[in-house]
T-cell receptor, first 115, second 112 residues
């Protein structure tokens, strides 16, 4: 969905480097999520935020941190990247729209490779 | 637990054949969502089911929520090459929260 953008789209980095993935949305949603996708494992929740002052750990938060700079922006950081963090990362949002408030809208994803 | 078991993991069908994927939970679900991810794309919301025994249709897609609200299915009639992708179900972790757990997905390939 073009209303949810992620940068960068692709990134190759080395073990031990600090990496930040950024997510922005223009949907006016209060809820934002970070997921990682690995083959055969589906989507696993890393962190989620229900408003600017609310940050929560998901299933697999170890090695990651987040920052909710504004309602529209939610960043994911890898403090010291390791090879098993190589994955496809998705940001998603949800909130009050004309449809269900539960619907999650995903960004295009960031493909991260840690060498 | 909160696991959502989704089967099968992979399915190859000939174009025109039907396809079904299933989501099963050991606990009662407050709702179930279905998403589709095209190859190289991102998950896109398809539908949400809330009521026991609910059945919803979107053209060739039929979604069902079990009577006991512990399972759900997505059935595609007469598959087309445009149906290719991975189908995920997702459940709320706890009733009243907006935190979701996704199934492992079913990857569908349609052979022309």
């Amino acid at each position: 969905d073009a209303d949810v953008t992620q940068t960068p789209r692709n990134r190759i980095t080395k073990t031990g480097k600090r990496i930040m993935l950024e997510c922005s949305q223009t949907k006016g949603h209060d809820r934002m999520y970070w997921y990682r996708q690995d083959p055969g494992l589906g989507l696993r929740l890393i962190y989620y935020s229900f408003d600017v002052k609310d940050i929560n750990k998901g299933e697999i938060s170890d090695g990651y941190s987040v920052s909710r700079q504004a309602q529209a922006k939610f960043s994911l950081s890898l403090e010291s990247a390791i090879p098993n963090q190589t994955a496809l990362y998705f940001c998603a949002t949800s909130g009050r729209t004309s449809g269900s408030t539960d619907t999650q809208y995903f960004g295009p994803g960031t493909r991260l490779t840690v060498l | 637990g909160q696991q959502v078991m989704q089967i099968p993991q992979y399915q190859h069908v000939q174009e025109g054949e039907d396809f079904t994927t299933y989501c099963n939970s050991s606990t009662t679900l407050s709702n179930i969502q279905w998403y589709k991810q095209r190859p190289g794309g991102h998950p896109v919301f398809l539908i949400q089911l809330v009521k026991s025994g609910e059945v919803k249709k979107q053209k060739r897609l039929t979604f069902q929520f079990g009577e006991a609200k512990k399972n759900s299915s997505l059935h595609i009639t007469a598959t087309q090459t445009t149906d290719v992708g991975t189908y995920f179900c997702a459940r709320r972790t706890t009733s009243g929260t907006y935190k979701y757990i996704f199934g492992t997905g079913t990857r569908l390939k349609v052979l022309a």
